[in-house]
């Protein structure tokens, strides 16, 4: 018997299932060092906060993704451990290069959070619409839990001292958490905010539905792309983040410190 074999099982299993990866684990200590580094001032501050900024969103992917899987096996798809979902770790999820790299130059070109992974959840042994919605909700919403820590920190901590480029990539990774949100939640086929509705949908819906979802981030782009809507989004991220108390200048400089090769 393999030290595998005899691994305690947890509803068929192994534990090693559920512990977080040395990919992860390595994601958070390089949020910790570059956040250190870039309080205490030590090294190239642009690229410190390139390191905290990136690793951060890189953190920030991983619980979304992971918030899908848990609430995906807590309604019955044990399959998402087997599939290696449960341990935090984003090369799991879907496409490294465009799950993880093309994301993370979008928020560094263009200052969006755009969705990156994907947790492939299988539908069929989940029963009931409103657990297939809530699957799809769970990564949004930690988006928006993450969004509204940051800002908690951000108004308590700011206000007593410390170097102004810190604050800057904490106000730059709450901006970014709060687009993240916003896009995840926009009724977009094979988004988290059309899979959201689509099980309530009609079966010649539905049919629709499923034949645009493979494009979901051609619609995306597309969408953001027409100057009208593009303006509504920001429009309404601007507007979120007056509203939580994000001042705009701060996360400005934030983007402006990541983009070390302007410097």
Not at 112 to 127: E, N
Not at 201 to 217: C, E, I, K, N, V
Not at 235 to 243: P, R, Y
């Amino acid at each position: 018997m393999t030290p595998r074999d005899s691994e305690p099982l947890v509803l068929g299993v192994p534990r090693a299932a559920f512990r977080p990866s040395p990919v992860f684990l390595a994601l958070v200590a390089l949020l910790v060092t570059s956040a250190v580094l870039t309080w205490h001032g030590i090294g190239n501050v642009r690229l410190t906060v390139f390191g905290f900024v990136v690793s951060g969103w890189l953190v920030s992917l991983c619980l979304h993704e992971y918030a899908h899987a848990v609430v995906a096996y807590r309604s019955g798809d044990r399959g998402v451990a087997h599939r290696g979902y449960l341990t935090l770790n984003p090369l799991k999820y879907s496409h490294p290069l465009l799950s993880i790299a093309l994301p993370v130059v979008v928020v560094l070109l263009g200052g969006i959070g755009l969705p990156g992974g994907a947790v492939w959840v299988d539908r069929h042994v989940i029963p009931g619409r409103l657990r297939h919605t809530l699957v799809s909700l769970a990564g949004p919403a930690t988006n928006v839990l993450f969004a509204l820590v940051l800002v908690v920190v951000l108004r308590l901590g700011a206000g007593g001292g410390g170097p102004v480029q810190f604050w800057a990539a904490v106000a730059l990774l709450a901006f970014l958490q709060v687009t993240a949100s916003l896009l995840n939640l926009l009724p977009v086929p094979g988004l988290d905010g059309g899979n959201m509705i689509q099980p309530w949908l009609t079966s010649p819906y539905r049919r629709m539905y499923d034949l645009f979802a493979p494009y979901g981030f051609i619609l995306l782009f597309a969408l953001l792309w027409n100057p009208t809507i593009g303006g509504w989004f920001f429009t309404a991220v601007f507007a979120i983040g007056d509203l939580l108390g994000l001042p705009p200048w701060l996360y400005a400089t934030g983007l402006d410190l990541v983009r070390f090769w302007q410097s």
